[in-house]
C-alpha cells in the first residue's frame, strides 16, 4: 500500500515542521498508583506500586519503534504518558521539543489497543463526524480532501456504506488509524496495533504506519511478541521491563548489546520473543541491562526545536451539540423498529389495560372519586417511570465512547445532547398513553381535558428524564443503581400526595415535596381534573363523609389550587437540580482522562 504524503497531509500552516532530530524528550518519568485507604482504617488498603520507573531516553524524527517486554511492563503506561493523556501521579517530565507535551493537543494522537465505535454508524458517517468534531465543516476543500485521500489510502472506499459493526477486526483497526490521521498528527502512538488480527491483517496495518512513518511521522507500537515478518519491520527497539527502560536502539544494536552479557539468540529464533523471555524474571539479566544502557539513556544529543506550533480548530458549544444529536438521530434511525416494538408493549399495553380495568370511571360519585385518583397517579407514574428508567441506561454503554472521546467535546454539550434526545419520548409516551387509557374513561370536556393531560404529561416528563440522566451519571454501575433507586424513588413518590396527605407531613419532611418531580405532574394532572367537577353526589345512607366537589378533593390530597405558575417553577427546578447533578457526575468521568 504505497501511501501520499502530499495528497493525505498537504504542507500548509496546519502544522510547522522545524528539520531536527530528537522530538520527544523523556527525563526521569516516574509513574505510580497512588497508596489507598479507607476511612475507617489506618492500614492501606492498596499500596503505592511504580509502574513506570525512571525513564529517561529521547525519540528522534523517521522512527518506527516497536515497544517490547513481558506483561506488566509498563508498556500501555509509558505509551500514554508519551501522549500526555496518563492521569496517574506522576513525575519527571515529557517534552514535544521544548514544550510540555501535554500543552501539545493534537500533535500526539492514539491508535488504542480496542476500538470504541458506534457500530449503527457507517464508515462514513463516524469520519464526516470526527472530520466535523475535530476539523471543522466537511464542506472545506482542505478537510474534504484529507478525509477522501484518507478513506482511499487506507482502502475503506469500498466499506464507506458499511455499518462499523459489520467491519472485520482489520478494517475496525485501519478505521480507528483513519480517525487518528485525521488531525494530522506529528506523533502517532499504536497501543497492541496487531491484536487479534490474523497474519494478512497485521501486516497491512505494520505496513501503513511503516509509511507513515517513512514519511516524516514518529510511530511507536507496543507490540506483544510480535512474529519475525512483524519484527524486521521495525526501525528501532525500546525494551521494558519492570517498568524499567533497558534498552532503545537499532535491532543490530540491540543484538550486539544482549551478546556482550552473553545473551545469543538461536538460530532461526524469533529475536523478540528471545529478548522478552532474557528479561521476564530475570532480575540479573534487567540489572545488567540497565547498568549498559543508562548512559545511552540519559543523553539526547541532536537539534531540538524552541516549539512545534500547531492550529486546531475548535468547534463553538452549540455546534457540538448539534453533532451528538446528528449523531444520535442515526442511532435512533437505526433501531427505530425496536423503539417501536418498546412502544407497543410498554405503552400502548399498558394503556389498554388501564381503559380496561377504569373503563366507565367518573368523578362525580364517591366510589369514582377513588378510582379517578388511582387512575391519575397510574397516568402519572407510567410516564415519570417510563421515561425516567430508559433514561437511567443512558450511559450505561456510552460511558467508555464518552472517557475514549474526552476533550473533544465539553462535558455539558454531551450532557445536553443527551437530554434532548429524550424529548420526542417525553412527547410520544403521554399522547400515545392518555389517548389510549382515556378513551372508555368518562372526562368532562373530554377532548379537551385528555389535551391537557397530555401537555401537563409531557412538561412532567422533562424533570423525570433529567432524575433518570442524574442517577445514570451519578451511579455508573448498573448494580448500584438497582439498589439506590428503590431508596430514591420511595420518598419521591410518596410526596406526590397518592398516598398520603402532603398536608399532615412533618415540616421537616417539606423540603423532599419540592424535590418530587411526581408531586408537581400529578398536582398538575388533578387540578385539571377536578376544578372541572362542580358536584359529586353524596348517598343518603353513605357512613363516610362525603366530598361535596373537586375542590375538596384537591384540599384533602394537599393541593394548591394555583398550580399553573407553582407546578411549571417545580418542573423547571427539578430539570435543574437533576441536570446539574448528572452534569457533576459526567465531570468525575471526564476529570478520570482518556480511556484507553
Known amino acids: 500500500m504505497e501511501l501520499d504524503e502530499q495528497k493525505i497531509y498537504p504542507v500548509d500552516d496546519q502544522q510547522e515542521f522545524v528539520d531536527n532530530d530528537v522530538v520527544i524528550n523523556v527525563k526521569d518519568l516516574t509513574v505510580w498508583t497512588p497508596e489507598e485507604k479507607s476511612w475507617w482504617r489506618r492500614k492501606p488498603t492498596k499500596y503505592k506500586t511504580v509502574i513506570v520507573d525512571n525513564v529517561t531516553g529521547c525519540i528522534r524524527r523517521n522512527e518506527f519503534a516497536a515497544i517490547i517486554g513481558p506483561s506488566g511492563a509498563g508498556k500501555t503506561t509509558f505509551l500514554v504518558s508519551l501522549a500526555g493523556k496518563c492521569t496517574l501521579p506522576s513525575?519527571?517530565?515529557?517534552?514535544?521539543?521544548?514544550?510540555?507535551?501535554?500543552?501539545?493537543?493534537?500533535?500526539?494522537?492514539?491508535?488504542?489497543?480496542?476500538?470504541?465505535?458506534?457500530?449503527?454508524?457507517?464508515?462514513?458517517?463516524?469520519?464526516?463526524?470526527?472530520?466535523?468534531?475535530?476539523?471543522?465543516?466537511?464542506?472545506?476543500?482542505?478537510?474534504?480532501s484529507m478525509l477522501n485521500a484518507l478513506i482511499k489510502e487506507l482502502k475503506l472506499k469500498a466499506h464507506v456504506d458499511t455499518p462499523i459493526g459489520a467491519l472485520s477486526g482489520g478494517e475496525k483497526r485501519l478505521l480507528s488509524l483513519a480517525t487518528s490521521l485525521l488531525s494530522d498528527p506529528q506523533i502517532l502512538i499504536c497501543d497492541e496495533p496487531t491484536t487479534g488480527l490474523d497474519s494478512y491483517n497485521a501486516l497491512l496495518v505494520i505496513g501503513v504506519l511503516k509509511k507513515l512513518s517513512l514519511n516524516g511521522k514518529v510511530v511507536i507500537c507496543s507490540v506483544h511478541q510480535p512474529s519475525c515478518d512483524l519484527f524486521k519491520e521495525f526501525s528501532s527497539i525500546i525494551l521494558m521491563a519492570d517498568g524499567r527502560l533497558l534498552f532503545h536502539g537499532t535491532k543490530e544494536e540491540c543484538k550486539d548489546v544482549f551478546e556482550s552479557i552473553d545473551l545469543h539468540c538461536p538460530l532461526n529464533y524469533n529475536p523478540a520473543e528471545f529478548y522478552i523471555r532474557a528479561v521476564s524474571n530475570s532480575s540479573n539479566n534487567i540489572s545488567k541491562l540497565v547498568e549498559l544502557s543508562e548512559n545511552r539513556l540519559e543523553t539526547c544529543d541532536g537539534v531540538i526545536p524552541e516549539r512545534i506550533h500547531r492550529k486546531t480548530s475548535q468547534r463553538n458549544w452549540f455546534k457540538q451539540v448539534h453533532l451528538l444529536l446528528w449523531r444520535l438521530s442515526l442511532t435512533l434511525k437505526r433501531d427505530i423498529r425496536d423503539q417501536i416494538i418498546q412502544l407497543c408493549i410498554s405503552v400502548i399495553v399498558t394503556a389498554m389495560v388501564l381503559g380496561v380495568a377504569y373503563a366507565g370511571t367518573t368523578g362525580t360519585t364517591q366510589r369514582g372519586v377513588d378510582d379517578t385518583r388511582g387512575l391519575l397517579w397510574l397516568i402519572t407514574s407510567e410516564v415519570a417511570f417510563g421515561v425516567s428508567y430508559r433514561a437511567l441506561y443512558a450511559f450505561e454503554y456510552e460511558l467508555p465512547l464518552f472517557k475514549r472521546e474526552v476533550g473533544m467535546y465539553r462535558c455539558s454539550a454531551y450532557f445536553v445532547s443527551r437530554f434532548l434526545s429524550f424529548i420526542p419520548r417525553c412527547i410520544l409516551w403521554p399522547i400515545t398513553l392518555v389517548s389510549l387509557t382515556t378513551i372508555a374513561v368518562d372526562l368532562p370536556n373530554h377532548v379537551i381535558t385528555a389535551m391537557e393531560f397530555i401537555v401537563a404529561l409531557t412538561l412532567s416528563a422533562v424533570p423525570a428524564v433529567a432524575y433518570g440522566l442524574g442517577m445514570a451519571a451519578l451511579f455508573t454501575s448498573t448494580g448500584i443503581m438497582g439498589d439506590v433507586m428503590p431508596c430514591a424513588d420511595l420518598p419521591l413518590f410518596l410526596m406526590s400526595g397518592a398516598f398520603l396527605r402532603i398536608s399532615s407531613l412533618p415540616t421537616w419532611m417539606y423540603p423532599v415535596k419540592y424535590l418530587s418531580h411526581f408531586y408537581y405532574a400529578l398536582e398538575a394532572v388533578s387540578n385539571i381534573y377536578w376544578k372541572q367537577i362542580d358536584h359529586i353526589d353524596c348517598p343518603a345512607n353513605i357512613t363516610m363523609t362525603c366530598v361535596k366537589d373537586g375542590s375538596a378533593v384537591l384540599l384533602g390530597n394537599g393541593y394548591s389550587e394555583d398550580f399553573i405558575l407553582q407546578d411549571l417553577l417545580g418542573f423547571l427546578f427539578v430539570t435543574v437540580f437533576w441536570s446539574l447533578l448528572g452534569y457533576f457526575g459526567l465531570k468525575r468521568e471526564e476529570r478520570k482522562g482518556y480511556a484507553y
Do not use: R, Y
Open 91 to 144: 513525575s519527571g517530565l515529557v517534552t514535544l521539543g521544548k514544550t510540555n507535551v501535554k500543552e501539545c493537543p493534537g500533535a500526539i494522537e492514539i491508535v488504542p489497543q480496542h476500538e470504541v465505535f458506534v457500530n449503527s454508524l457507517s464508515v462514513m458517517e463516524h469520519l464526516v463526524f470526527m472530520t466535523e468534531m475535530k476539523l471543522g465543516s466537511c464542506k472545506d476543500p482542505h478537510n474534504k
